[in-house]
């Protein structure tokens, strides 16, 4: 893995921890807003693998949607409803 440069435009992963594989216990102990403190701050400090930096030119209002746009795909795609 590449690491996030310091001062990089990024977006948080929900799960930080849950990069690929299935679910473990351990991972949902990484979910923003659950056990884990939320985003409602102006800077968190977030997992290194948990984070996808921003494109140049992508507006921070369209950034912002791409996390929860994926975990709700995601679990539409494994037959769970978001939520």
């Not at 403190?37 to 800077?43: I, K, P, Q, S």
Request: aromatic share 8%; net charge negative.
């Amino acid at each position: 893995m590449t690491e996030v440069q310091v001062g990089a435009r990024v977006v948080g992963s929900f799960h930080q921890t849950w990069i690929s594989g299935p679910m473990l216990p351990e991972h949902l102990a990484g979910a923003l807003g659950g056990p884990r403190d939320g985003v409602l701050a102006e800077y968190v400090v977030l997992e290194s693998q948990g984070v996808v930096e921003v494109p140049q030119g992508m507006s921070d209002d369209t950034a912002v949607s791409y996390p929860t746009a994926g975990r709700d795909g995601f679990l539409c795609y494994v037959g769970r409803t978001p939520g």
